[in-house]
């Protein structure tokens, strides 16, 4: 499966449309961390203290037992809703940047022969 991320000629993929690329024996990583480093950096939040959750920590969330299918046009329009928050109010662009700065390393794993 390593090979489908591969690049023939040019040797392992590293970097594809601003994601970074891990591979490892067991899988592979995606992340966006140089991306947030330097978006936390340019914003000036470099010495801001560090949110490890994008919302509070008092708020109760549940294990979801009966799988209950997403709505992916209602999840995609809410997407776009705080996209436009964020480009509309300026404050809330406090807390997302804090998040950034606390969960640079986070990022998506594929195991191999995972479906």
């Given at each position: 499966m390593q090979g489908e991320f591969e690049m023939s000629?040019?040797?392992e993929l590293n970097f594809f449309l601003g994601l970074q690329v891990k591979q490892l024996e067991h899988?592979?990583?995606?992340?966006?961390?140089?991306?947030?480093?330097?978006?936390?950096?340019?914003?000036e939040m470099d010495k801001c203290k560090e949110a490890s959750t994008p919302i509070s920590t008092s708020c109760y969330l549940d294990l979801d037992e009966k799988g209950i299918i997403v709505d992916q046009t209602k999840y995609r329009g809410l997407i776009g809703s705080l996209l436009y928050l964020t480009a509309s109010r300026p404050n809330?662009?406090?807390?997302i940047l804090k998040y950034l700065k606390g969960t640079v390393n986070v990022g998506l794993w594929y195991p191999n022969g995972a479906p």
């Amino acid at each position: 499966m390593q090979g489908e991320f591969e690049m023939s000629m040019m040797g392992e993929l590293n970097f594809f449309l601003g994601l970074q690329v891990k591979q490892l024996e067991h899988g592979t990583f995606l992340c966006q961390s140089k991306y947030c480093k330097e978006l936390v950096k340019k914003s000036e939040m470099d010495k801001c203290k560090e949110a490890s959750t994008p919302i509070s920590t008092s708020c109760y969330l549940d294990l979801d037992e009966k799988g209950i299918i997403v709505d992916q046009t209602k999840y995609r329009g809410l997407i776009g809703s705080l996209l436009y928050l964020t480009a509309s109010r300026p404050n809330i662009m406090l807390s997302i940047l804090k998040y950034l700065k606390g969960t640079v390393n986070v990022g998506l794993w594929y195991p191999n022969g995972a479906p």
